[in-house]
């Protein structure tokens, strides 16, 4: 790629950004677009909402970076947890190390690679028609003293990882002690999810639970909920759901007609009053779901319960011991919040969950050989000859200098992208039929998922630009890795610089922008003629997506810490990149997302490796780049780097992830103790059984034709 094409797609970027930042900063401020820009405020301040027209909400405003600006990381703590803290510490993280590598990169490195004549001469009055290889390290003259500062950089900027790493690690792990500490009694924190339960015959699995229990945990045990199978009620309620909405949609809007004209082959109508076939059909669902209701509460059991405990101590000791001589009975795990419960789990049986294991397994594999495909198309418009000899009627658009440019410099990266956002739902498809509990383990998986078919798809792939025999051998050839990617990685290097701006600059800004949540809103506008008490109704807050946000900013690191030395034209892109992170993900965690769980931080420990897998990456492409450009004791130098690194990662491992797992002895007695004197805890454990009552024995509201509420279901234990 040449510097002109880079230019191109800089500027098509850049002009996509600006468009983006003006259209927000104009369309946040019309009271109809508060649900897609201010959804959060909006349910939970209920923004005024003024039909008189001003000139000044047609003028675009940066008052929104200003306030982004003064968010404190306590006010973020507060409005969404501990997760969106560890968000936020990754873009920080990132902007601190690139900063530190952009000045040794750009004002350093970048100088010595154009003053290099292995490739070709830099030339400053003919620079547009240069290729970008001149800005790398291969345009450095083999065997060049020259290459011994590449080598010192190599090892000051893993220094400053590691003790950057470190510090984060630190940081956040006691960060997640101080927020425990500062929490309230939370009913997840005094209950178990306890699976395999065996049932003797003629008994029930609420007393199976309540005999082992009280045998064997007597001074903690405190009560239970059994887990029943509701997937039919389920599909009820859902159906409910739909007809009592278009009930309201027909209540609501006095031009809606209630009749329709109903017909045979279109031979005999008459008028069908819309109205009281729904009220009737909503009449037959209740009465459906109270048998099913029946049904569910005295049919079979899920084998599982909740089981509560008095103290956060005694959860612990439970939630550690094996229960049984028999390990695949009495199976234990920590429960999630009541909010974070994924429900259909509980619906299915051990042999369904194993087999969807291995479907996850084999789907995920031909998902990422697939990929493969949009790959080589992505790297066919990197060569303009290979596309040239393959479409010849193409030779004479495409000599066109901008055609040539767009082609090589904007279309790859654009079509990688525009693949790239078909992978994660379906990531978080495969994930949530894995058998996790809760929707916070689901979205983990679904983020390491994404994040390893980023690396090995846009990475790797693009890198060796071979066929799928071709990268395997790679893995299999072990000793020639540091030399293959030291020739692939380098020749990449423009790819991945168009890569950063096109993906990163434009997918950035139209996180802010929201684009398809706001086509949305348009077309639900025009489409239903819903009234705003009912259209309120209806209104839900979004969650960031941290599986398809965290593995994007964590492979961008990846491109950092791996290009720096290669290639340090790469930083001041990515600085823009995390620079607009920064800002606007302060702005969408305050304005539009709203928590639907808490980890408290367990994000971090993916952060970590990743960052620890960039660094072992780097490495061995160093060693292969010094043995490559004849300077052998540089490669040999470099060999104790990822030795000491992964003792490293082994010495963080051992000091804070267990920080994450659980949490310590001391921290609980310490909480337990502060509560013996607590009036309030009394009320909190009579409440703490309903905590985990499925949702589908909750009570369930729905208004007749005359404004009069019932439930149709009422509330039950279980």
């Known amino acids: 790629m040449i510097v002109s094409a880079l230019l191109t797609s800089v500027g098509i970027n850049l002009a996509l950004c600006i468009l983006f930042f003006t259209l927000y900063s104009i369309l946040r401020r019309q009271p109809g677009n508060f649900d897609v820009y201010a959804p959060r405020l909006l349910a939970e301040k209920g923004i005024e909402q003024s039909d008189n027209f001003h000139l000044d909400r047609l003028l675009p405003s940066p008052g929104w970076v200003r306030g982004a600006w003064q968010l404190t990381e306590e006010d973020l703590l507060a409005m969404s947890g501990l997760d969106a803290v560890v968000f936020m510490r990754i873009i920080i993280f990132s902007l601190r190390v690139f900063s530190f590598a952009g000045i040794i990169g750009v004002f350093v490195l970048l100088p010595i690679n154009c003053s290099g004549t292995q490739l070709a001469q830099f030339n400053i009055a003919n ?102 199978r509701t997937s039919k009620l389920k599909v009820l309620i859902n159906d409910a759901n739909k007809l009592y909405k278009r009930l309201l949609h027909l209540q609501a809007e006095p031009t809606q007609p209630e009749t329709s004209s109903d017909s045979c082959c279109g031979l005999f109508r008459h008028k069908v009053d819309l109205r009281d076939c729904y009220e009737k059909k909503l009449e037959n669902l209740e009465e459906n779901l109270r048998v099913e209701r029946r049904a569910s509460l005295a049919g079979e059991d899920a084998k599982a319960a909740f089981v509560f405990f008095k103290s956060r101590y005694g959860t612990a000791v439970a939630a550690s011991m094996q229960q049984s001589v028999n390990p695949t009975h009495w199976l234990t795990e920590r429960a999630p919040e009541p909010r974070d419960v994924h429900w259909p789990f509980f619906q299915s049986s051990f042999l369904r969950r194993w087999i969807s294991r291995v479907v996850v397994v084999v789907v995920a ?16 418009l990197t060569n303009l000859d290979q596309l040239e000899a393959l479409f010849p009627f193409l030779k004479g658009i495409l000599s066109l200098n901008v055609v040539s440019e767009i082609v090589t410099g904007y279309l790859p990266s654009l079509i990688l992208q525009m693949f790239l956002l078909l992978v994660p739902p379906v990531m978080m498809f495969l994930s949530s039929i894995q058998g996790y509990i809760s929707h916070s383990d689901i979205m983990k998986s679904a983020c390491f998922k994404f994040l390893l078919f980023t690396i090995w798809n846009i990475f790797f792939a693009n890198v060796l630009s ?130 639907k769980f808490d980890t408290a931080g367990r994000f971090w420990p993916i952060v970590h490796n990743s960052m620890i897998f960039s660094l072992v990456l780097m490495h061995a492409i160093a060693v292969g780049i010094f043995t490559l450009k004849k300077l052998p004791l540089a490669s040999s130098l470099i060999f104790p780097l990822p030795v000491l690194t992964l003792l490293f990662n082994e010495y963080c491992r051992k000091r804070f992830l267990p920080n994450f797992v659980g949490y310590a002895a001391e921290m609980l007695l310490k909480k337990d103790r502060e509560d013996i004197d607590d009036p309030s805890m009394t009320e909190f454990f009579e409440k703490l059984p309903a905590s985990y009552d499925d949702p589908a024995f909750s009570s369930v509201y729905f208004s007749s034709a005359d404004g009069r509420g019932a439930p149709l279901l009422s509330h039950g234990g279980s």
């Open 466 to 595: 071979g066929s799928v025999l071709n990268q395997l051998s790679l893995l299999l050839d072990l000793k020639n890795i540091p030399s293959k990617l030291a020739v692939a990685v380098p020749a990449q290097a423009s790819f991945f610089i168009a890569y950063v701006v096109t993906s990163g600059w434009t997918s950035i800004s139209s996180e802010l922008f929201r684009m398809i949540p706001f086509v949305g809103s348009l077309l639900r506008k025009f489409c239903c003629c819903c009234c705003i008490k009912h259209a309120t109704d209806e209104f839900q807050v979004p969650e960031i997506p941290y599986h398809v946000d965290i593995p994007r900013l964590l492979f961008f690191g990846l491109l950092g810490i791996t290009y720096f030395f290669l290639a340090p034209l790469i930083l001041p892109f990515l600085l823009v990149y995390f620079c607009l992170a920064y800002i606007i993900f302060r702005n969408q965690f305050a304005n539009v997302y709203e928590p």
């Open 127 to 228: 620079v547009s028609s240069d290729s970008l290889d001149i800005f790398t390290i291969s345009n450095v003259n083999n065997g060049s003293n020259r290459l011994w500062i590449h080598f010192c950089a190599v090892y000051l900027v893993s220094i400053f990882v590691c003790c950057l790493l470190y510090y984060e690690y630190n940081y956040v792990s006691s960060k997640r002690v101080a927020y425990f500490y500062s929490s309230k009694p939370q009913p997840h924190q005094f209950t178990l999810l306890v699976r395999s339960i065996p049932v003797p015959p003629g008994g029930t699995v609420s007393e199976s639970v309540d005999s082992f229990f009280m045998e064997y945990h007597p001074s903690a045990y405190l009560s239970h909920v059994v887990i029943r």
């Open 365 to 380: 594999i031909l998902v990422t050989i697939l990929f493969l495909i949009p790959v080589v198309i992505a790297q066919g």
